[in-house]
């Protein structure tokens, strides 16, 4: 009964695990009914009260794919969390002039976590940190209240950092540990020691901030909180809102995704390889069996491997889904016979040369921003004249066997999208495709081309990696 009320499901355990794999589902974590069972089976085998083993036993039984384990964390923290309430109470806030309730000693609670993180105390930093939630939550700092309106408590995980600052505790603790041992200085064991205490502030800050998560949500509700706070899987990142710490941690995710892609491409060629019925053949075996065919033969499928062209726009927000589509690209390189790729903001240029097998491709969206010519006037998009200057001077890339991708938001900033020409291209090629990274609901607002650009050419919305990779997926040769 207790665990119940803890857990706070009417149906005790059993609905609490079913309330958490709904929350992972929405989240974009696959989840069937085998994985949640073998869930079952670990909330059966586990202790409960070890909540770390708890975290790493449903881990196993119910994710399937790197990149979900953000997710689940965030998750598992809220439905299975660490503490009701201020939790145990066994760290005293220091307050101003000891008045119970009052303000919060900024600079008294400095020297605690100061000593804390020198020490390394890892459990003592936890209790801290549930401490400085509710007291400041509560009763806010001496001079700099945080408090809600109405004297409702207010947890900010923003404030409570801002006001401790412990990045800024770095120097003091370092100066406190030589001359606490002179005899371990160095400017190895210095830099060792650094880097150690600044872990130590990295996962007090995430203590906090989760502390906060942890409060909200007991006030809130945990499901509106999991709305905002859970982090988006970098699969599930929309190209175009993106930052850049996002963009780095999607560009991570190419090879595992290029190999998935290849995995189910082997699987459609082999479903594939029998092609149509050969009734020459096939009329010939049946002589052996009576006129009967006991055994069909197949026409061969000899797939062939197609030429690859790429014109994207490197733009601004759009260099990022470019850059990750040519990553893309280069990871399946292998499924095609040649690929050519052409950058353009205002004119096109190749650019084959940096995506070689081989090539370096750290930074290389900035190398092509440098070393080819794509600007003229003002450096904004100008499809028309793009598809233009590539029709003259790259014209002959395209022929009866190439496969032509466009990667852009058809954004023209109101120039001539120069219909004509992309006809021409299109009508050389053997398949042409545009993916375009903008919700669909937004081609044709503003200086947007692209529902004239659709009727040209198959446009496909293509916001997210996951979007990507289905595009990709359907395209790729069989």
């Given at each position: ?28 974590v ?5 994985e949640?069972?073998d869930?079952?089976?670990v ?12 975290r ?15 997710a ?6 809220l439905?299975?969390?660490a503490?009701?309430g ?7 806030v220091?307050r ?6 009052g303000?919060?000693?900024?600079d ?18 936890q209790e ?6 509710d007291?400041?939550g509560?009763?806010g700092?001496?001079?700099?209240g945080?408090r809600g ?8 995980a923003?404030?409570?950092?801002r006001?401790?600052s ?22 190895f064991?210095d830099?060792?020691?650094r880097?150690?205490i600044?872990?130590?502030i990295?996962a ?19 499901d509106?909180?999991?709305k ?8 599930q ?28 491409l ?9 092609g ?5 053949r ?7 069996t009576?006129?009967?065919p ?28 470019s ?34 097998p ?6 290389v ?6 070393e ?6 003002d ?9 233009g ?47 375009n ?13 692209a ?14 990696a996951?979007?990507l ?8 040769p069989?």
């Amino acid at each position: 009964m207790e665990t119940q009320e803890r857990l706070g499901s009417e149906y005790g355990l059993s609905g609490h695990l079913v309330d958490f794999v709904t929350a992972l589902r929405s989240h974009g974590v696959a989840v069937g009914p085998g994985e949640t069972v073998d869930a079952a089976r670990v909330l059966g085998a586990l202790d409960l009260l070890h909540r770390e083993h708890l975290r790493e036993g449903l881990a196993a039984a119910l994710l399937r794919r790197s990149g979900q384990r953000q997710a689940f964390d965030t998750l598992f923290d809220l439905y299975f969390p660490a503490a009701l309430g201020a939790g145990s109470g066994d760290v005293e806030v220091p307050r101003v002039d000891d008045v119970p309730d009052g303000p919060v000693d900024v600079d008294a609670l400095r020297d605690i976590l100061a000593d804390l993180l020198r020490d390394g105390d890892d459990a003592a930093l936890q209790e801290l940190a549930r401490a400085v939630v509710d007291a400041l939550g509560n009763s806010g700092g001496a001079g700099q209240g945080i408090r809600g309106a109405g004297g409702q408590p207010s947890w900010s995980a923003y404030q409570a950092l801002r006001m401790l600052s412990p990045e800024t505790l770095l120097a003091r603790i370092m100066d406190d540990l030589k001359a606490a041992n002179p005899d371990e200085t160095g400017e190895f064991s210095d830099e060792m020691r650094r880097r150690e205490i600044r872990d130590r502030i990295a996962a007090f800050r995430k203590m906090v901030t989760d502390e906060v998560r942890r409060r909200t949500a007991e006030k809130r509700g945990r499901d509106q909180v999991a709305k905002t706070a859970v982090p988006k899987q970098a699969e599930q990142v929309e190209f175009l809102s993106a930052y850049a710490e996002q963009l780095t941690q999607l560009r991570r995710t190419v090879h595992p995704l290029a190999r998935r892609l290849a995995a189910r491409l082997a699987v459609r060629r082999k479903r594939a390889n029998r092609g149509t019925l050969d009734m020459r053949r096939t009329l010939r075996r049946s002589m052996s069996t009576g006129g009967v065919p006991m055994r069909p033969a197949f026409k061969t499928r000899r797939p062939g491997r197609p030429e690859l062209v790429i014109l994207c726009d490197v733009s601004g927000s759009v260099a990022g889904f470019s850059h990750f589509t040519l990553l893309l690209v280069q990871a399946l390189r292998e499924q095609f016979s040649k690929v050519r790729v052409f950058a353009f903001v205002e004119r096109t240029d190749e650019v084959t040369h940096l995506f070689d097998p081989g090539a370096d491709l750290a930074g290389v969206m900035q190398r092509v921003l440098r070393e080819a010519d794509l600007t003229a006037f003002d450096g904004h998009s100008d499809y028309g004249a793009s598809f233009g200057s590539f029709a003259e001077f790259w014209g002959e890339a395209i022929t009866s066997k190439s496969s032509v991708l466009i990667l852009g938001d058809a954004r023209t900033n109101y120039r001539d999208p120069n219909l004509t020409v992309l006809r021409r291209i299109v009508g050389a090629a053997r398949h042409a495709h545009w993916l375009n990274p903008e919700p669909r609901r937004q081609w044709g607002s503003g200086d947007s081309a692209a529902l004239r650009y659709a009727d040209v050419i198959p446009m496909h919305e293509c916001r997210t990696a996951a979007q990507l990779a289905d595009v990709v997926e359907a395209l790729l040769p069989v």
